[in-house]
Each structure stands twice: as C-alpha cells, then as structure tokens.
C-alpha cells in the first residue's frame, strides 16, 4: 500500500515555470539540431552522388563508391538517431502545451533511446579501435621480427 502511494506522489509532481521554460529551450535545440543533421545527411548523399573527391580532375570508381557506400552508412545510423531526438522535442514540446504527462513521458522516452543508441554506437567504436591497435600492434610486432 505504501508503495502505490508513493508512486502516486511521484507521478504528481509539478513542473515550476522555470523549468518549462528551460525545457521548452531544450525542445527547441533538439528540434534544429535534428533537422540540421537531416539536412546534413541530404548534402551529403547529395554530394557523394554527384561531387567531386578532394579536388580530383576525373572521380574515380572506387572514390565514387567509397563516398556513396559512407553516405548510406551515415544515413542508416543519423536518421534513427536523430528521428529519436526530433521526436523527444515535439513530445516535449505537446506537452508543455497541452500540459498532458502522457506526451511528456514519450518525449523522455525518445530521449533514453537517443541516448541508448548512442551509448550502443560509442561502444561499437570503442571496441572497433581497440582492435584498430591491437592489430596495429600485431603487425609491427610481427614485422619487427621478420627483419
């Protein structure tokens, strides 16, 4: 009994003013800075389509896959991280409005997974670099004893 009392006062707090205002901010830079890397993404895709390499005269085939293949991957890690942040602003920001906790908690949800996601990505590059050295290491050592 006690438990679902206090989970009631929890679930019950009021947002201050002040902190309306400070999320509502937050809200607004999630929002430009989601659609800033869209952007991003499409100047990208664009110009691995049809831009030029680094001042190269003629592109080549390779340069041309390389920087398409890397746009794509760009875009299938950006758009579901940054969809993520877009839809914790308007959540958030629906909820300031309409003053509806529902919204509010959807708007935290999409924020843990934002953050979940680039938790999971940091990781992968972390372990990535790691094997980066060790073989980096690996070969010099290996290297080193053939001489």
């Known amino acids: 009994m006690e438990n679902q009392q206090s989970s009631e006062n929890l679930f019950g707090l009021s947002i201050s003013e002040e902190t309306k205002q400070e999320l509502k901010t937050l809200s607004t830079w999630a929002r430009i800075t989601a659609i800033a890397a869209f952007v991003s993404y499409g100047i990208s895709l664009i110009v691995a389509f049809i831009g030029r390499q680094y001042g190269e005269i003629e592109p080549t085939g390779a340069s041309r ?73 690996l070969g010099a050592l290996i290297g080193g004893l053939n001489r």
């Open 65 to 137: 896959v390389g920087s398409i293949i890397g746009a794509l991957i760009m875009l299938a890690i950006g758009i579901p991280l940054n969809l993520y942040l877009l839809n914790f602003a308007k959540s958030t920001l629906a909820s300031l409005h309409s003053a509806d906790s529902n919204n509010l908690e959807d708007g935290f949800y999409n924020l843990r997974k934002y953050f979940k996601f680039l938790g999971i990505l940091l990781i992968i590059v972390l372990i990535c670099l790691g094997l980066v050295v060790v073989f980096a290491m």
